[in-house]
């Protein structure tokens, strides 16, 4: 049996490990908090469902998603003059006329993209190292949940926003080998990983690369695999020329309507490669829920959140 000190512990490093961004949600399976509000950033934690009757589920009123990250676009509001907010950095995305807003079961609302010609633009991308890798010096981080139906490109930044080069980077589906593909570049060295995706199903994305580490491919939360080496290349730096980051269409000149049928959301990004352990506790915490339609995806996160931190009884 642990002590009611043991566990204040356990709960205040986790809390430590979360200080950057204070959207912490979290279960602790058969655990009596008989402080609830010891570890909250705001004070204001609410309750779920009653202690010992299952997960205890409890986050943050006033949280603010990703505090510590460089850019996130929530992706659950189009604005008027087709505008979705960047809520951390100053880069606001412009949608086409063809990308709506979705009410889903599991993430509640979300941007839908429909068409191959759908696209949602943020420019320009006041960090160089969106658009150029070189420009890393801490490597980089990218998240966010996908459900991938059909057709080409999804992802793209740099170089890759307008011709099939970078730097930059892409994601996008491989119709040859029936793979998801994402390839990161800087002007000197190319990355390249592919791996599968259920179709039609959500999945929590994660790309995190470092230039003496490679590019690190994360699958709710379990990493799922690695490119270490690359391959050299020679690719013209364009300075700021191509400062873009797009989504779905990117309006290649040599391409036209290459972008594809896929719902998204929540898409951040850190200038910088998270570490492991911030990795696996994000994909946890990437929802802050906003209503009932919301609460299958989170306690399926939850629960197995509890299993990974708190594996024990009180």
């Known amino acids: 049996m642990l002590s009611y000190d043991a566990i204040v512990v356990a709960l205040f490093g986790l809390h430590i490990l979360l200080e950057q961004d204070d959207a912490m949600v979290f279960a602790i399976s058969n655990l009596t908090m008989l402080k609830p509000t010891l570890f909250s950033a705001s004070n204001k934690w609410v309750r779920q469902r009653a202690v010992n009757s299952g997960p205890v589920i409890m986050y943050s009123l ?19 003059r087709k505008i979705v907010k960047d809520e951390c950095g100053k880069t606001n995305a412009k949608v086409s006329d063809g990308v709506t807003t979705k009410n889903d079961v599991q993430l509640a609302t979300v941007v839908s993209f429909n068409k191959k010609s759908d696209s949602m633009v943020m420019t320009p991308i006041e960090s160089r190292c969106i658009s150029d890798p070189s420009h890393c010096q801490q490597g980089i981080t990218i998240e966010f949940w996908l459900k991938f139906r059909s057709g080409e490109i999804i992802l793209t930044s740099g170089g890759y926003t307008k011709r099939h080069v970078g730097p930059g980077f892409i994601l996008k589906y491989n119709f040859k080998i029936h793979r998801l593909q994402f390839l990161l570049s800087t002007t000197a060295q190319l990355w390249s990983i592919k791996f599968k995706v259920k179709k039609s199903t959500w999945v929590h994305l994660l790309f995190a690369w470092k230039r003496r580490e490679g590019v690190f491919v994360y699958e709710n939360g379990d990493f799922l695999t690695k490119n270490e080496t690359g391959k050299e290349v020679r690719y013209p730096s364009f300075s700021n020329k191509f400062n873009t980051l797009a989504v779905g269409d990117p309006k290649l000149f040599i391409k036209l309507k290459s972008g594809a049928s896929f719902e998204i959301g ?8 998270l ?23 989170c306690r399926e996160k939850s629960c197995k959140l509890s299993e990974f931190f708190f594996h024990f009884d009180v």
């Open 275 to 297: 570490r492991a352990v911030e990795i696996r506790m994000k994909a946890f915490m990437s929802v802050v829920r906003q209503n009932s339609m919301s609460i299958q995806c």
């Open 62 to 80: 006033e949280a603010k998603p990703y505090k510590s990250a460089n850019h996130y676009w929530p992706l659950t509001k189009i604005e008027k």
């Open 266 to 273: 929540h898409l951040v990004i850190w200038i910088r490669r």
